[in-house]
């Protein structure tokens, strides 16, 4: 069995794009995002083909946030100035612009699984130890962004909220490009509304931004926050550790994995994040000691397992509930 250093140099070999699939994979994502789009806006095409085609259009956001995602940790199309840009606009579309996706997801790839009460990048998690030294009101901000509605409304917490309003009001300069993403909102679904009424309003604009995000905030949740999932004080944590015992696999379909750009395969993309999406389940079948990790799905119970678990038992070491801690 090799180590997790070990997986790290292994992993190496996998970190190559193949610069042709990347730009296949993202012109047909975007393709895709714009036919769907468009399909919602006529309104001579049947309703239920239209209510479909947003449904679809909110998972192929999913897929086109996961490949914006991979050009930001630089596994994908680098050095092009027309990939540049069109990810540039594709981070304000979907509210995770440049300037503070990158800086707070970076954190959260060198932190994950530390406790910690500020939860940049990731949801916070403490101790019950630390949470029940904390005031009233810091323990009811916790458990409010631990909250299973904070996580499905993801849309207006997490994008709205604090990757744009946040962090914009907290340094303007630095986050222009957030206001840019608030106001591009505000107006397309102010012309959306204006031009062609609400109920294509919510068909075409609301209801996949509202399904993509809810999906993206859980699948971020989950695969970090599950019932085996591993936490440390700064001071124990290791990076290989992090991503073999502290990020779960999610198991999907064929279609799900493809929907969701196989971030399923978590725990290898958190192994190494220079490999390109598509090679993800290459690299976990070259290494069978990765295929031994906590699992996670989308099955009901599952969820509701995952969303219930609030603090970091230190003697049980595991994740526990609120009626657990009570």
């Known amino acids: 069995m090799r180590s997790g250093k070990e997986l790290i140099s292994d992993s190496k070999q996998f970190s190559s794009e193949y ?32 209510v479909f085609a947003s449904l679809t259009c909110g998972l192929i956001y ?8 991979d050009y930001q940790h630089r596994a994908i199309l680098q050095n092009s100035v027309l990939a540049h840009w069109i990810m540039v606009f594709i981070g304000i579309f979907l509210l995770a612009p440049e300037a503070i996706w990158k800086r707070s997801h970076d954190h959260h790839h060198n932190h994950n699984s530390k406790l910690t009460l500020s939860g940049i990048g990731s949801y916070p998690t403490v101790s019950k130890t630390r949470f029940l030294g904390l005031s009233r009101r810091e323990q009811r901000l916790y458990l ?16 709205i909220y604090w990757l744009n309003i946040k962090s ?10 957030s206001l840019v993403a608030l106001l591009l909102h505000a107006t397309a679904a102010g012309a959306i509304i204006y031009f ?5 309003f919510f068909i075409t604009w609301f209801f996949p931004f509202l399904m993509a995000f809810a999906i993206g905030s859980y699948l971020f949740y989950s695969q970090h926050n599950f019932p085996s999932a591993k936490f440390h004080e700064n001071n124990e944590w290791a990076y290989d550790r992090a991503a073999i015992d502290s990020t779960s696999r999610m198991i999907m379909s064929p279609v799900m994995n493809w929907f969701t750009g196989n971030i399923g395969y978590h725990h290898v993309h958190h192994l190494n994040s220079r490999i390109p999406f598509y090679r993800l389940k290459e690299a976990m079948s070259s290494m069978p000691e990765l295929d031994n990790v906590p699992t996670t799905s989308w099955s009901p119970l ?16 595991k994740m526990i509930t609120l009626s657990q801690l009570r």
């Open 168 to 177: 914009y009001f907290e340094s303007p300069k630095k986050h222009i490009d």
């Open 144 to 159: 409010i962004n631990r909250h299973p509605l904070t996580v499905i409304f993801g849309y207006f917490t997490l994008f």
């Open 196 to 200: 062609f009424g609400l109920t294509i």
């Open 62 to 69: 999913v897929r086109l946030f996961v490949i914006y995602h």
């Open 19 to 50: 610069r042709w699939r990347s730009w296949v994979e993202l012109l047909a994502t975007f393709c895709l995002t714009i036919l769907l789009f468009t399909i919602g806006l006529i309104e001579s095409i049947p309703v239920f083909v239209r």
């Open 302 to 317: 599952e969820i509701i397992r995952c969303l219930r678990l609030k603090l970091w038992d230190a003697e049980q070491k």
